[in-house]
């Protein structure tokens, strides 16, 4: 077979493990044969496309990013735009494509693959939202570079007897901001799946600086106050409909400085979470969904998206793994809320 792969959407940690996993056994045990798409649904969609054999995948296990590159464009939103990638498959004989991405790369799969292309999905996002498998490559090497950052904050906020407001990603699931924020000892966590009381985080706020510590407080970029709105940096929508979030953050330090009377300050990790080599844990689980979705591919179990569940790398319908979002079950949260304001 010969077999296109590509990488849409945000780029993550791991990337490049999924694609030399399925080029390496691929080309080894099966024999087949790859071509790299560039940039998400943009390369077979302009026929943009690069080398890909063993040469092009040595060495890349522990680079972030995504040889490929990606983009968040969307065939859908482009006239004849599935034509076009149907044809220019059939010009350059590819059989069968490997996509690796979120929510919105494997939405786009799901309904090619109702339209009769033959592509298996690989999920990846540091958000850690999609559903139908436990993690998502890229999330865990976020969360270390975010508690990283917040055990660093610590420091600095006790010496200054500052409030420290760090904002992380993860758009609209609460995943980055929970786990951080518990490996981080945060003294409070803010999730977009639960709207939060402004005076309420004041009095946690209050109650560390009572304690003698510096309090850090971790904002997920989606999260809101209970009368107020998401903070957006402008109006305008990505190809898939989605916003830009972020500014949170600055809101919550004002507030808080101005409620509590102690200077507080705001760090916004920002794309730092999606940068770099990825952890020993998404390196393997990486390495394990790629060899398993070139299984997937020379099975021709067309339509499924390789997952992990518990231990094991299991197949799902790729429809499963888009129809909704995977948010934070409010009990999880509960979890973590013994440790506010102590
Ligand atoms: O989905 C990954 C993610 O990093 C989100 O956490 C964030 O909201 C978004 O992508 C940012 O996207 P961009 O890099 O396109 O601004």
Known sequence: ?????????GDCPGLNAVIRAVVRKGVSTYGH????????????????????????????????????????????????????????????????????????????????????????????????????????????????IAMEAIDR?????????????????????????????????????????????????AGYVEKRFQHQYAPIVVVAEGAQPLDGQMVLHNQELDAFGHVRLGGIGQWLAEQLEAKTGKEARTVVLGHIQRGGTPTAFDRVLATRLGLHAIDAVNDGDWGKMVALQGTDVVRVPLVEATKELKTVPLERYTEAEVFFGS
Do not use: C
């Not at 077979?1 to 959407?9: D, S």
């Not at 071509?35 to 296990?61: A, K, Q």
């Not at 609209?172 to 901001?177: Q, R, T």
């Open 1 to 9: 077979m010969r077999i296109g792969v590509l990488t849409g959407g």
């Open 153 to 201: 904050l610590h420091t600095t906020a006790e010496s200054h007897h500052r409030t420290l407001v760090v904002e992380v990603m993860g758009r609209h699931a609460g995943w980055i901001a929970l786990h951080a924020g518990l490996a981080g000892g945060a003294n409070v966590i803010l999730l977009p799946e639960r709207n939060f009381d402004i005076e309420q985080v």
């Open 33 to 144: 044969d790859f071509v790299g798409f560039r940039d998400g649904w943009r390369g077979p969609l302009e026929g943009l496309t690069m080398p890909l054999g063993i040469p092009e995948v040595r060495g890349i296990l522990p680079r972030g990013g995504t040889i490929l590159g990606s983009s968040r464009t969307n065939p859908f939103k482009i006239e004849n735009g599935v034509e076009q990638i149907k044809n220019n498959l059939g010009a350059m004989g590819v059989d069968a494509l490997v996509a690796i991405g979120g929510e919105d790369t494997l939405g786009v799969a799901t309904k090619l693959h109702g339209l009769g292309v033959q592509v298996v999905g690989v999920p990846k996002t540091i958000d850690n939202d999609l559903n139908a498998t436990d993690y998502t490559f890229g999330f865990d090497t976020a969360v270390n």
